[in-house]
């Protein structure tokens, strides 16, 4: 089996999704995981699929076709995971009023300390009782085995004091 990953962007309409699958199946590939939004008027997306190794190269072609379509696929074929530092997993979540650089500053903190962020989620919403603009992130991490939890939450506490938001960490399953 060969494990692909796709990105997709295009101008949002019904069918995409049925179009891209469409084509996966016909391919006997089994569609795994995908997130999918609309974004500003775009439908972009990321997608993993498993297909039979014969049928890759057919697939990709067929996934070309759908620039004709009004979406742009980028495939990328799957690759082994490398070996290294076991790495436990956290949740990372944020609220405050929103402002530039957030994402800039979190991700300098975690980056220093070697933690891989899997998944990033975010919006801005308006705050319940005062209207404002408030930036709301959930991050999904692997910390390396040799970064302290608690030295890693007391950095980014200082940072949430630096911002004005609120930051939880909690250890998670998996």
């Given at each position: 089996m060969a494990s692909l990953t796709l990105t997709l962007i295009g101008r949002d309409r019904p069918g995409l999704v049925r179009a891209l699958s469409e084509r996966v199946a016909a391919a006997?590939?089994?569609w795994l995981e995908s997130h999918m939004a609309r974004l500003g008027g775009q439908f972009a997306g990321i997608l993993m699929v498993e297909v039979p190794a014969e049928a890759a190269d057919r697939l990709v072609e067929d996934l070309r076709g759908?620039?004709?379509?009004?979406l742009h696929v980028t495939v990328e074929r799957g690759a082994p995971e490398e070996a290294g530092a076991t790495r436990r997993a956290f949740v990372l979540e944020l609220v405050g009023h929103d402002r530039s650089g957030i994402v800039h500053e979190i991700a300098e903190v975690l980056a220093r300390r070697n933690v891989n962020i899997e998944e990033l989620e975010t919006e801005v919403v308006s705050g319940s009782f005062?209207?404002?603009s408030l930036?709301?992130?959930?991050?999904?991490?692997r910390v390396p085995d040799d970064v302290a939890a608690e030295e890693l939450r007391e950095a980014l506490e200082t940072l949430a004091n630096e911002l004005m938001v609120d930051i939880s960490l909690d250890a998670t399953e998996g």
């Open positions: 006997g590939g089994n759908l620039d004709a379509e009004g005062s209207g404002e930036f709301k992130a959930r991050a999904r991490l």
